[in-house]
């Protein structure tokens, strides 16, 4: 069975694919204009490229940056923005794995545990009905240390925010942080 992987970063990638490689014919999909800034972008993408690249892994689609339409979906629906962001990502995988003649499709955001799972998991089947393509579903967040143990070992970029610009606030503004409870 072939599928089409949607593949959000390198270190992200590692467990997903050792995973999946076992019952699946996989190719790679880079779509990912949530990532900013531009230089940030491109290094998470050629991280990715250069890994598929060692694991013999077919990338069908690099990608392009995306900010200003990614800013246009998210305008005014800020406290929505990750429901925006996993649908168009999601979409665009099984749309291009339905006209590209897949057997199904799935996402490495199902490995981290910084990602509404929930609603990963049901974006997914949703698609799965739309695009009548199969959703290949696994709780990969099981191999989140691992993952990150081999991305150490490999020597990978490990970026430390989600990828839009208001994650990067999110990391490193104080103000944004969430304020300690007081003692009493
Ligand atoms: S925080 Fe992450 S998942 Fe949410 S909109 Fe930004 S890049 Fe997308």
Known sequence: MRILLHTCCGPCSIYPLEQLRQDYEISA???NPNIHPFLEF???QETLLAFCKSENIPV?????YGLEEYLRKVTFN??????????????????????????G???TLLYSRYQDHEEL????????????????????????QYGIDKSREYGMYRQSYCGC????QDRYDPAKR???SKKI
Not at 60 to 64: F, K, S
Not at 132 to 142: A, E, M
Request: hydrophobic share 30%.
């Open 121 to 144: 998991k049901k974006c997914g089947f949703d698609l799965a009905e739309k695009y009548g393509i199969t959703y290949v579903y696994q709780d990969l967040r099981v191999g989140w």
């Open 165 to 168: 610009i208001y994650s990067e």
């Open 29 to 31: 999909f880079f779509f």
């Open 60 to 64: 069908v689609d690099e990608g392009v």
């Open 78 to 103: 800020e406290d929505k923005r990750c429901q925006i962001c996993y649908q168009w990502r999601m979409e665009e995988t099984a749309r291009r794995a339905a006209e590209d003649g897949f057997d």
């Open 105 to 107: 499709f799935s996402t």
């Open 178 to 180: 969430k304020p300690k």
């Open 42 to 44: 491109k290094r998470r």
